[in-house]
């Protein structure tokens, strides 16, 4: 079985703290992805790496910054957190070439 | 308009019914789609996954793709209270392999 971990289920942080969120998985894939998912707009992709310090913006990376050190890890950094960073955020991953994600369990993050 | 659309609901369906989920989506080139559900709380998981026109079946769920029409649909059978969740509807953009995410319908099984 595929299995993705998270750090965190639940975090709270402070405006302006560092926030990191840790996401291993466990079956050798190349590709890893941070979502983050708020009511009414659905998943929306922040960062994937497709290799080790690989790394490739998604479509709301603003804010966030990642880091892919060793294959089976892909970290989310938040340099400052702010109020409007309150979300669940979701790590996924799939082997290169496929396009099954498999997903972690998510971090529910509240920044106050 | 958003490259993947779908009514967010609550469809509420008694148990024993069928519950029809829609899907519509922009990129004209798309060729893998797929169906999570999402449990409260929980994340997403797969329950479908759909490449070629026609229907596909899996147990309870049958999905249905329209390429020329690009819509994508999900029926339950026999829908349980256990269905109760949000069917998120994803759509593999033509390039990397990126999926794009629906903003899901919520599905309620009434006993």
């Known amino acids: 079985d595929v299995k993705v971990t998270q750090s965190s289920r639940y975090l709270v942080k402070r405006t302006g703290e560092k926030v990191f969120l840790e996401c291993v998985q466990d079956m050798d894939h190349e590709n890893m992805f ?16 497709y290799d080790v310090k690989m790394k490739e913006k998604g479509d709301i990376p603003e804010g966030y910054s990642v880091s892919r050190e060793k294959k089976e890890r892909f970290s989310l950094i938040l ?5 409007n960073q309150t979300s669940m955020y979701l790590c996924a991953s799939n082997l290169q070439g496929a396009e099954t994600q498999y997903f972690g369990p998510g971090t529910r993050l509240l920044v106050l | 308009q958003k490259e993947v659309e779908q009514n967010s609901g609550p469809l509420s369906v008694p148990e024993g019914a069928i519950a029809s989920l829609n899907c519509t989506y922009s990129d004209r080139g798309s ?13 997403p998981e797969l329950i479908m996954s759909i490449y070629s026109n026609g229907d596909k079946e899996d147990g309870r769920f049958t999905a249905q793709l329209n390429k020329a029409s690009q819509y994508v649909s999900l029926l339950i059978r026999d829908s349980q209270p256990s269905d109760s969740a949000t069917y998120l509807c994803a ?19 009434s006993p």
Do not use: C, H, M
């Not at chain 1, 340099?79 to 109020?83: F, Q």
């Not at chain 2, 953009?93 to 903003?103: A, R």
């Open chain 1, 34 to 49: 941070w979502y983050r998912q708020d009511p009414g707009l659905g998943l929306r992709l922040i960062y994937f790496s």
């Open chain 1, 79 to 83: 340099e400052s957190a702010s109020t």
């Open chain 2, 31 to 43: 060729q893998s789609f797929f169906w999570y559900r999402q449990y409260s709380g929980k994340s």
């Open chain 2, 91 to 109: 759509v593999v953009n033509t390039g990397f392999q990126k999926l794009v995410f629906g903003t899901g319908t919520r599905l309620l099984v």
